[in-house]
């Protein structure tokens, strides 16, 4: 029996999520202070952090703001445009970048910013997505890597020492409660809940070609760097609610543009577009944890009394899960094509990775799948 919240949909087998005596989920717990925060207060303190650290002869930019081209980029840097500031877009080229995903960027700079993008080799980085798949089951482990030391590395090759982060993703998703309480960003913090999942950058080197020169922009800048320029992040959305919904329509309004149709795994056209992997970044997720993307856009529209519960529970069943044959239209042969995997050797790896525990299996153990290949969630409906 998996448990899920009685009030959003998310299982306990969520990392870092736990369940109180009432059946209510620690997420649900997070999302219920923000009525008790003082957010005139916290706009104040945002507003008293970012005159701080204004660049004071208007020779410099004002802020990093790390953006993806997505939803809540556009927020972040129109917010700091509303603010007068002068920020430097950083851009860590996504794993596998799809073409609404280069426009969107396109129209990122179009709101009157600079941008930067660094891309890492992108042959070591297939082979890096391959190791990290067969390794840890997670193909976009390099991607939560530079997504957090690219940004980083600029602040200190820019010599600008205030990064304005978006979400705590800490904070929406429940985990422990001191972190959620966080409004800056660490290496600690990358370190413990980056999503790295045990394997470190420096593992990397000797495996499959990979040296360490390859490595300079997966690699965290020193202490030293980092106190000679005074780097310091904050997170957004420690100042301000949040809402990934909220972001999309207001990113929309100034040009941002969505799928033309649900994307697949997911509930929604508004996120998740820029990178073609993602399809099976999250279907490991399911494949470990017995929930996927459609169960965190589920969970978030149920605490903001956007979506019923009960029809959550029927949404999640509808798309939570289902094998990626397709991401934003482009089927999975053609995405695994750049990392040298076929679809059965795909499958090989996504049957070493899945939970057993989480999945109905016939009597000799084996998973069932249907005759779409996708796996049945035990008690799927979810109580
Ligand atoms: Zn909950």
Redesign the pocket.
């Known amino acids: 029996m998996i448990r899920f919240?009685?009030?959003?949909?998310?299982p306990e087998t969520k990392p870092d999520l736990f369940?109180d005596l009432a059946g209510?989920?620690s997420?649900?717990r997070n999302f219920e202070s923000r009525d008790t925060v003082d957010w005139d207060g916290r706009k104040a303190d945002l507003l008293r952090v970012l005159a701080r650290y204004r660049a004071t002869d208007g020779r410099n930019y004002d802020c990093i703001v790390p953006v993806s081209g997505g939803k809540d980029s556009h927020f972040q840097v129109l917010r700091m445009l509303e603010l007068g500031l002068h920020p430097l877009c950083v851009t860590a080229t996504t794993d596998h970048l799809s073409p609404v995903g280069r426009r969107n960027l396109d129209n990122l700079q179009r709101l009157g910013v600079d941008h930067v993008e660094v891309t890492t080799n992108p042959r070591v980085r297939r082979r890096i997505n391959r190791l990290a798949l067969t390794q840890v089951g997670d193909i976009s482990w390099p991607e939560h890597v530079t997504i957090f030391t690219i940004p980083v590395r600029m602040a200190v090759q820019f010599n600008v020492p205030l990064i304005v982060w978006g979400e705590n993703p800490q904070n929406e998703y429940?985990g422990p409660g001191a972190a959620a309480g966080d409004n800056v960003l660490t290496r600690r913090w990358l370190e413990e809940f980056g999503g790295l999942l045990g394997l470190r950058v420096s593992d990397l080197a000797g495996q499959d070609g990979i040296e360490p020169r390859h490595l300079v922009q997966y690699t965290y800048p020193t202490d030293e760097e980092l106190r000679r320029v005074g780097v310091t992040g904050i997170f957004l959305g420690y100042y301000m609610p949040w809402d990934g919904y909220g972001n999309a329509l207001y990113a929309q309004a100034h040009g941002f543009e969505t799928h033309p149709t649900t994307v697949e795994g997911s509930l929604v056209p508004y996120e998740n577009l820029d990178n073609l992997q993602t399809g099976i970044h999250d279907y490991f997720k399911f494949l470990k944890y017995g929930f996927g993307r459609a169960t965190d856009l589920a969970?978030m529209h149920?605490?903001r009394g956007r979506l019923s519960r009960e029809d959550a529970v029927r949404l999640v069943q509808m798309h939570d899960g289902k094998f990626p044959w397709t991401y934003l239209g482009t089927s999975l042969e053609e995405i695994l094509k750049p990392l040298a995997l076929t679809v059965d050797e795909f499958v090989r790896v996504c049957d070493r990775f899945t939970n057993k525990k989480l999945f109905v299996c016939d009597a000799r153990g084996t998973l069932v799948k249907d005759r779409t290949g996708s796996l049945a969630r035990i008690n799927d409906d979810n109580p």
Do not use: H, L, N
Request: charged residues 20%; glycine residues 6%.
């Open positions: 919240c009685r009030r959003c949909v998310m369940i209510i989920c997420a649900c429940g969970c149920v605490r």
